[in-house]
Protein backbone atom coordinates (compact mmCIF):
# COMPACT_ATOMS: atom_id res chain seq x y z
CA UNK A 1 0.00 0.00 0.00
CA UNK A 2 1.27 3.73 -1.02
CA UNK A 3 -0.39 6.39 0.10
CA UNK A 4 -0.48 9.06 -2.57
CA UNK A 5 -0.66 12.67 -1.32
CA UNK A 6 -2.19 15.58 -2.22
CA UNK A 7 0.69 17.42 -4.66
CA UNK A 8 0.77 14.20 -6.83
CA UNK A 9 -3.03 14.07 -7.27
CA UNK A 10 -2.60 17.62 -8.25
CA UNK A 11 0.00 17.04 -11.03
CA UNK A 12 -2.26 13.88 -12.36
CA UNK A 13 -5.18 15.47 -12.78
CA UNK A 14 -3.62 18.92 -14.06
CA UNK A 15 -2.42 18.14 -17.61
CA UNK A 16 -0.67 22.38 -17.88
CA UNK A 17 2.11 21.42 -15.10
CA UNK A 18 5.40 20.37 -15.92
CA UNK A 19 5.09 17.50 -13.64
CA UNK A 20 2.07 16.17 -15.07
CA UNK A 21 3.56 13.59 -17.65
CA UNK A 22 6.67 12.18 -14.60
CA UNK A 23 3.50 11.03 -12.29
CA UNK A 24 1.06 9.44 -14.71
CA UNK A 25 2.77 6.02 -14.70
CA UNK A 26 2.90 6.05 -11.16
CA UNK A 27 0.04 6.96 -10.30
CA UNK A 28 -1.90 4.67 -12.73
CA UNK A 29 0.35 1.59 -11.65
CA UNK A 30 -0.58 2.21 -7.96
CA UNK A 31 -4.06 2.50 -8.97
CA UNK A 32 -4.54 -0.47 -11.15
CA UNK A 33 -2.48 -2.50 -8.54
CA UNK A 34 -4.81 -1.88 -5.67
CA UNK A 35 -1.93 -0.27 -3.92
CA UNK A 36 -3.11 3.61 -3.75
CA UNK A 37 -4.94 5.22 -1.33
CA UNK A 38 -5.53 8.45 0.85
CA UNK A 39 -6.53 10.23 3.94
CA UNK A 40 -9.76 12.43 4.68
CA UNK A 41 -6.79 15.28 4.60
CA UNK A 42 -5.50 14.49 0.89
CA UNK A 43 -9.58 14.67 -0.33
CA UNK A 44 -10.46 17.94 0.60
CA UNK A 45 -6.96 19.78 -0.42
CA UNK A 46 -7.28 17.79 -3.48
CA UNK A 47 -10.90 18.63 -4.39
CA UNK A 48 -9.69 22.44 -3.23
CA UNK A 49 -7.05 22.45 -5.94
CA UNK A 50 -8.63 21.03 -8.69
CA UNK A 51 -12.15 23.36 -7.83
CA UNK A 52 -9.85 26.79 -7.42
CA UNK A 53 -7.21 25.46 -10.27
CA UNK A 54 -9.44 24.18 -12.60
CA UNK A 55 -12.76 25.58 -12.27
CA UNK A 56 -16.59 24.58 -11.03
CA UNK A 57 -16.38 22.42 -14.33
CA UNK A 58 -13.34 21.16 -15.59
CA UNK A 59 -12.08 20.88 -11.85
CA UNK A 60 -15.59 19.54 -10.94
CA UNK A 61 -15.97 16.82 -13.21
CA UNK A 62 -12.19 15.44 -12.21
CA UNK A 63 -12.77 15.93 -8.73
CA UNK A 64 -15.52 13.72 -9.52
CA UNK A 65 -13.33 10.94 -10.69
CA UNK A 66 -11.00 11.21 -7.95
CA UNK A 67 -13.83 11.03 -5.56
CA UNK A 68 -14.73 7.65 -7.20
CA UNK A 69 -11.84 5.50 -7.78
CA UNK A 70 -12.85 3.32 -4.52
CA UNK A 71 -9.32 3.80 -2.94
CA UNK A 72 -9.13 3.46 0.74
CA UNK A 73 -10.08 6.55 2.28
CA UNK A 74 -9.28 6.71 5.60
CA UNK A 75 -11.07 9.14 7.99
CA UNK A 76 -9.45 11.60 10.86
CA UNK A 77 -11.23 10.37 13.76
CA UNK A 78 -9.98 10.89 17.32
CA UNK A 79 -7.15 8.12 17.62
CA UNK A 80 -6.09 9.71 14.47
CA UNK A 81 -6.07 13.31 15.54
CA UNK A 82 -4.36 12.10 19.34
CA UNK A 83 -2.04 10.36 16.83
CA UNK A 84 -1.99 13.36 14.58
CA UNK A 85 -0.57 15.58 17.71
CA UNK A 86 2.20 13.07 18.65
CA UNK A 87 3.39 13.56 14.62
CA UNK A 88 3.12 17.02 15.17
CA UNK A 89 5.10 17.05 18.16
CA UNK A 90 7.67 14.72 17.16
CA UNK A 91 8.59 16.00 13.81
CA UNK A 92 7.76 20.04 13.65
CA UNK A 93 11.47 20.23 13.61
CA UNK A 94 11.41 18.99 10.30
CA UNK A 95 9.42 20.69 8.39
CA UNK A 96 5.91 18.54 9.32
CA UNK A 97 2.94 21.14 9.67
CA UNK A 98 -0.82 19.57 10.61
CA UNK A 99 -1.83 18.68 7.34
CA UNK A 100 1.57 16.54 6.97
CA UNK A 101 1.01 15.06 10.59
CA UNK A 102 -2.68 13.99 9.67
CA UNK A 103 -0.88 11.66 6.84
CA UNK A 104 2.04 10.36 9.04
CA UNK A 105 -0.85 9.44 11.74
CA UNK A 106 -2.89 7.85 9.28
CA UNK A 107 0.25 5.95 7.54
CA UNK A 108 1.12 4.60 11.52
CA UNK A 109 -2.13 3.81 11.75
CA UNK A 110 -2.90 1.76 8.92
CA UNK A 111 0.63 0.71 8.77
CA UNK A 112 1.74 2.01 5.56
CA UNK A 113 5.17 2.35 5.23
CA UNK A 114 5.11 4.68 1.65
CA UNK A 115 4.04 7.72 0.60
CA UNK A 116 3.99 8.88 -3.05
CA UNK A 117 4.69 12.71 -2.79
CA UNK A 118 7.30 15.71 -4.03
CA UNK A 119 7.25 17.60 -0.63
CA UNK A 120 10.52 17.20 1.18
CA UNK A 121 9.74 17.20 4.46
CA UNK A 122 8.37 13.86 4.26
CA UNK A 123 11.75 12.73 3.05
CA UNK A 124 13.72 13.63 6.14
CA UNK A 125 11.14 11.34 8.40
CA UNK A 126 12.79 8.42 9.57
CA UNK A 127 11.86 4.57 8.67
CA UNK A 128 9.31 6.36 6.25
CA UNK A 129 9.79 5.74 2.36
CA UNK A 130 8.82 8.52 -0.05
CA UNK A 131 8.72 8.22 -3.16
CA UNK A 132 9.10 11.06 -5.41
CA UNK A 133 8.30 10.41 -9.06
CA UNK A 134 9.27 14.05 -10.15
Known amino acids: MILIDTNIWAYYFDTTLSEHPQ ?4 VEVALRKN ?17 KRLGPLVGGEKAHVF ?23 EYSHL ?16 T ?6 HDHAFKRVPKLEAIDPV
Open 23 to 26: VIKP
Open 35 to 51: QAAINATIVVETLHYLI
Open 67 to 89: MNYGIPLYSLDEETLNLTRKKLC
Open 95 to 110: GIGGRDASILATMEKE
Open 112 to 117: IYKIMT
